[in-house]
């Protein structure tokens, strides 16, 4: 029996038949949302890897030698919405992703890519322009009982405020990264792209609520990440090769509509964004990140 829920998710053919009219609208949105292909590949020099491995070297030289410097993404999941993006928009003939998620340069595990990253670097300069480094926001924050992540926001309701005196940001953490980032900026150019506004409203909200609610984020919430930025830019400040730039200002993350109308949902889960997403995350930050 179980087997059958699972095989069926959930009997959904079978609730569709029953459900209200706009039900069944949200339940749509929410499944397209989440349809969508991670680690973009056009097939020539703008795709996005896992990792450096001696075939996309060679790859990546190849790419250079065509189109000169090209432009390098990396960092953890969000950085595979943001390389994803510009590559889906055609942004750049020679965009290189090396995302994976929860690789983050503050702890970077082997399977993360960072070292051989930063070697393939030393060992062909000139091969970017620039590197592009951003990672999700929740983890650099934590808030009361030592929740962070989804189980931090998740302590609010979504009309609760997030008092500023709750959320703490993990300074050693923002520093780890900025530690990591100074060694790459002594070979390469760096923008640290602060965290991007993290809605955190889940699909249940939205099956209770509907596409047409005039969705908010918590009060406080925006503040959160505002103090992130301010942090990371204090942090890299006057440090040669390496700045920072504040997502959320370039963004202009408004609500309701950047999160969903009855066309799309632009956020595949609390904090990743749908295909729709990615297009207005093009739009917006490319003409900042292109050389």
């Known amino acids: 029996f179980g087997l059958w829920g699972y095989m069926t998710d959930g009997r959904a053919d079978l609730w569709m038949r ?32 896992r990792d450096v491995s001696p075939e996309i070297e060679v790859r990546l030289l190849a790419c250079a030698q065509e189109h000169g410097a090209g432009l390098a993404i990396i960092g953890d999941s969000h950085s595979i919405d943001l390389a994803d993006a510009l590559i889906g928009a055609r942004a750049a003939p020679f965009i290189y992703g090396m995302s994976q998620g929860n690789c983050r340069a503050e702890a970077p ?23 592009i480094f951003t990672i999700s926001g929740q983890h ?26 709750d959320i703490h940001l993990r300074n050693d953490r923002i520093g780890a990264n900025a530690a990591w980032l100074e060694g790459l900026a002594r070979v390469l150019p760096v923008i640290w792209l602060t965290p991007r506004i993290e809605p955190h409203i889940d699909e249940t909200a939205i099956m209770a609520r509907g596409c047409g609610f005039a969705y908010a984020l918590r009060p406080g919430q925006a503040a959160i990440f505002d103090r992130l930025a301010q942090a990371i830019g204090a942090r890299v400040a006057g440090h040669p090769g390496l700045t920072a730039l504040d997502q ?25 964004l749908s295909r729709s997403g990615r297009v207005w995350l093009a739009e917006r930050l490319a003409p900042f990140l292109l050389p």
Request: one cysteine or more; proline letters at 6%; charged letters at 20%.
């Open 18 to 49: 029953s459900a209200a009219p706009q039900d069944r609208q949200n339940f749509a949105l929410l499944q397209d949302a989440q349809v969508y292909q991670r680690w973009q590949d056009d097939g020539a020099c703008a795709f996005n890897t």
């Open 109 to 131: 595990r082997d399977e993360c890519g960072y070292a051989r990253f930063l070697a393939l670097v030393q060992a062909h300069p000139g091969l970017f322009s620039r590197a």
């Open 140 to 165: 650099l924050i934590i808030g009361p009982g030592g929740r962070s992540k989804e189980q931090l926001f998740a302590l609010y309701g979504l009309d609760e405020e997030m008092p500023e005196a």
């Open 248 to 272: 959320p200002t370039l963004l202009h993350f408004t609500m309701p509509q950047d999160f969903m109308t009855c066309d799309a949902l632009h956020w595949a889960d609390t904090d990743h």
